[in-house]
């Protein structure tokens, strides 16, 4: 009965702290969202990317330079980058070593495809709904000669376009030396890799390495060109070369095949980053337990009602590490989706409670104040472990705002504290 109420208090006092004193609620009103359908004018059009378990042991590196090189290289594609509706994001490891098989895709099974007309006029020409994966099987592959090679597998829908159904980027490690920083000029660099092949992978193209102007201009029609050197999509990617942006040419390829985000969610993805940048600036922000202040160290009451909230976890097998995931991954799908289906963003909130917290605060009662209290350790507790336990299975945008969510939370639970004692 007791760890019953605890649960509930805790249940509230979530609420409290995320819809009273943070403004935002993570389960947005319905009315807000847009239709489902990637295809819609909208929308994003989401490109998921894994990596494939053995190349973490494969490549000369350490997990975090490399998980951080392919996240890296995945942000450059994103929405956030190129402004355009597509959105390619990263989601850390799994366990496939070897290419994926034309037979797992079956264009006669699926349905086809609605092509509506986006913003700009262009019709939709892709819409990747399968996971998709970097690979390095090991070995040497007749079907891959070069450092690293795409394989695609499209079906045909409506006239001559082609919808991209799933890639595998593939490593060859067997002939190449890849690594994650650039170590000389005899090695490749894996961003750039990366980078350039997720080109392909949407849609981008470029002449054959070898072709000179002339012979590459003969091939293009007449409202085309190839990209200049200093895109990520130029015809060769050299050894010891390291691209950490992308070119106007990229991002008006991408934005041509994919529309152009309107001015409104320019103006949301400013926000994002004004919040994540507000959140980190007013730190150093100490957990609880690591506190020096006084005034701020974690109360018996508080390390309490903590070791209730894990013993409830516990009862209901809620702790283990999958559910863990499920629970990190569920909200990362959540909030990566909200990027392009709500006008209003969660960061806009919680940077209006944390510029207005006292306020905020001063209009709470004190029984509220002091169950809210007991229970943000909880979620402190529970945000430092998505960030320990699965960094490097998370796109790179959502584990930078859960850094700063924490660090928000570590903020508002002192404000709590300085409102408590003022009364």
Wanted: proline share 4%; net charge negative.
């Amino acid at each position: 009965m007791k760890k019953t109420k605890i649960l509930i208090i805790s249940l509230l006092g979530i609420i409290c702290i995320i819809s009273i004193a943070v403004g935002f609620v993570f389960f947005y009103p319905k009315a807000l969202k847009h239709p489902d359908n990637p295809g819609d004018s909208s929308s994003p059009i989401e490109v998921n990317l894994q990596i494939s378990d053995n190349v973490i042991t494969m490549l000369n590196s350490t997990e975090d330079k490399i998980i951080s090189a392919i996240g890296d290289a995945s942000k450059l594609w994103s929405m956030f980058s190129t402004h355009s509706r597509l959105n390619v994001t990263f989601f850390g490891k799994n366990r496939r070593l070897e290419p994926f098989s034309y037979e797992d895709i079956s264009c006669e099974t699926q349905a086809p495809s609605t092509q509506q007309e986006n913003e700009n006029g262009n019709a939709n020409t892709m819409n990747v709904v399968i996971k998709n994966e970097i690979i390095a099987p090991g070995q040497e592959d007749p079907d891959c000669t070069g450092p690293a090679c795409g394989h695609i597998w499209s079906c045909e829908r409506s006239g001559d376009k082609n919808e991209i159904q799933r890639f595998n980027i593939q490593l060859n490690l067997a002939n190449f030396d890849i690594r994650a920083e650039n170590d000389n000029n005899d090695t490749y660099n894996l961003n750039t890799l990366i980078a350039h092949h997720i080109g392909h992978a949407i849609g981008l193209s470029h002449c054959s390495a070898g072709d000179t102007n002339e012979s590459c201009n003969a091939k293009l029609s007449s409202n085309l060109s190839d990209p200049p050197e200093n895109s990520i999509m130029y015809k060769r990617v050299f050894p010891g070369q390291v691209v950490n942006t992308i070119s106007d040419d990229d991002r008006n390829g991408v934005i041509a095949l994919y529309g152009e985000l309107t001015q409104n969610k320019l103006a949301i993805q400013n926000e994002m980053q004004e919040f994540i940048q507000k959140a980190n600036e007013r730190c150093p922000c100490h957990l609880p337990e690591n506190e020096t202040d006084s005034r701020y160290v974690l109360s018996a009451d508080e390390s309490n009602a903590l070791a209730q909230y894990q013993a409830t976890l516990a009862e209901n097998n809620l702790n283990t590490l999958e559910k863990r995931k499920e629970y990190a991954h569920y909200y990362q799908n959540l909030h990566l989706t909200a990027y392009g289906k709500i006008s209003i963003p969660a960061e806009r909130y919680l940077l209006s409670g944390l510029n207005n917290m006292n306020g905020i605060l001063a209009n709470i009662p004190i029984e509220r104040l002091n169950a809210m209290r007991l229970v943000i350790v909880g979620n402190i507790a529970e945000k430092k472990s998505i960030i320990d336990d699965f960094q490097f299975e998370l796109d790179p945008r959502f584990y930078e705002f859960t850094v700063a969510e924490l660090n928000s939370l570590i903020q508002i639970r002192k404000a709590i504290i300085d409102e408590i004692s003022r009364r």
